[in-house]
């Protein structure tokens, strides 16, 4: 069977995390990037296809905007998941980071609650949080810095902050090769 050993290493880690039963359904961010590919993988592979709903915001930032779109639609039908895809409109001012994180949750969370769903998931890795940590106590120090990501922050998971991304993008890699090989 196609995909067998990289997707089962996905949905074990993901099992492991204790963040999500395989009885309960939710939204997977999904960028296009080897993290969120590997995290909706590993949720399809846990709680079945039917059970995962991939969320893309294309913001149509970057000339290859497109091209992330394009990923995620090939990715989600192999996998069998039902994408959504939104567009919304940043502000031209201010802090764009922010405004586009504000607008993926936002979306994330209404699509949750419209289709009655769990939990909303994130690729975040343990090499995101380390470098989440070193930042705020870069630009913040204090407290705050120390707390790095939450595994689990409200109806947000983070069910692969137990693996490295390291870890992740050499799974992913295998799980493309064998979801695309012809």
């Known amino acids: 069977m196609a995909c067998t050993a990289p997707r089962d290493s996905l949905a074990e880690a993901i099992r492991s995390s ?3 039963d395989e009885r309960s359904s939710g939204v997977a961010l999904c ?4 993290d969120s590919a590997a995290l909706l993988a590993g949720l399809a592979g846990v709680c079945g296809p039917e059970r995962v709903l991939a969320l893309h915001l294309n913001y149509g930032l970057r000339p290859d905007s497109g091209e992330d779109e394009r990923c995620c639609r090939a990715l989600c039908e192999r996998l069998g998941v039902e994408l959504v895809v939104e567009r919304p409109e ?3 001012e201010g802090n764009l980071q922010a405004a586009a994180r504000d607008a993926r949750y936002s979306a994330a969370e209404g699509l949750r609650r419209e289709r ?3 939990w909303i998931a994130s690729g975040h890795t343990r090499t995101d949080l380390a470098e989440t940590v070193v930042y705020r106590l870069a630009t913040s120090p ?3 810095a120390l ?10 998971i983070r069910p692969l902050l137990g693996l490295g991304r390291r870890q992740v993008r050499a ?7 064998t979801l695309f090989v012809r």
């Open 147 to 156: 707390l790095g990501l939450a595994p689990q922050r409200g109806r947000v």
């Open 31 to 34: 960028s296009g990037g080897g």
């Open 90 to 92: 940043l502000p031209t």
């Open 171 to 177: 799974l992913e890699v295998e799980l493309r090769q």
């Open 142 to 144: 204090g407290r705050r």
């Open 116 to 118: 009655g769903l769990d």
């Open 18 to 20: 204790g963040l999500v």
